[in-house]
């Protein structure tokens, strides 16, 4: 029995050896594999641009003759931003107002309010007033991202009506039918209908008092007197009867 005993143990001795060297071969294989197999490292993040607006720059003066120099710009980069340097070489309040309605040219009939009305439904891309005599501001605003063209005006009253426009178009050159108005030198033709009615009472009030002025400082005209001689109505009256 304990011959039986110890070939039972040595036999079962022998398996479990055997069952050792199997997971110790297993474990090694896959450890060479994954030594054979390199393991790719993970991408790097990413890196996002974002590409810089491009800038320009546009300079515009508000003139005596109620226009603007220049009055067109055209190729103005689309969303970009913009720097206007605005001057007002008149004596007068100026502004340069920008629609922000595309393609569309303002009836020069609107009135004052009409206008106002346009850019309370179409906000002004860009505006700036002036008080004159040389006063200047610079400011910036993004333009459009897309092609087009727009009118800027002075949204002064009366001052639209009288031909203060112009126009600007972003991406593209303006249409060839689409101009300016002309200039006529110094506000001949281009005076609104309340600075006439002002100047025409200024005028009237000035000849009213050179008038008077005058007057006041011209003698009284009298025919002289001869020494000696009655008074011409004495002279003149017919004797008394005899």
């Not at 001057?87 to 009836?107: A, N, W, Y």
Request: proline content about 10%; glycine content about 10%.
């Amino acid at each position: 029995m304990k011959a039986a005993f110890r070939n039972r143990s040595v036999s079962q001795c022998g398996k479990m050896g055997v069952k050792s060297t199997v997971a110790v071969g297993v474990v090694l294989l896959l450890l060479g594999g994954m030594l054979a197999c390199p393991v790719s490292p993970s991408p790097p993040p990413t890196a996002t641009f974002v590409a810089a607006l491009a800038t320009c720059a546009i300079n515009v003066t508000a003139t005596s003759d109620y226009g603007y120099q220049p009055d067109t710009f055209q190729q103005v980069p689309i969303d970009a931003n913009i720097t206007v340097t605005f001057k007002d070489s008149d004596v007068l309040q100026h502004s340069f107002t920008i629609s922000t309605r595309e393609g569309f040219v303002i009836p020069t009939s609107y009135t004052p309010t009409q206008l106002n009305q346009l850019f309370e439904n179409y906000p002004a891309m860009y505006s700036r007033f002036l008080n004159g005599s040389g006063e200047q501001s610079v400011g910036t605003f993004q333009s459009p991202v897309a092609p087009g063209w727009y009118e800027f005006v002075c949204n002064v009253s009366g001052h639209f009506q009288s031909g203060m426009y112009g126009f600007i178009a972003f991406g593209e050159n303006l249409p060839a039918n689409l101009t300016p108005p002309s200039r006529v030198g110094l506000g001949a033709g281009n005076v609104s209908a309340l600075e006439a009615g002002s100047i025409l009472a200024i005028l009237l009030v000035a000849g009213l008092g050179l008038v008077v002025w005058r007057r006041r400082r011209s003698p009284s005209r009298m025919s002289p007197e001869v020494p000696g001689n009655p008074p011409s109505r004495e002279r003149d009256r017919a004797p008394p009867p005899s």
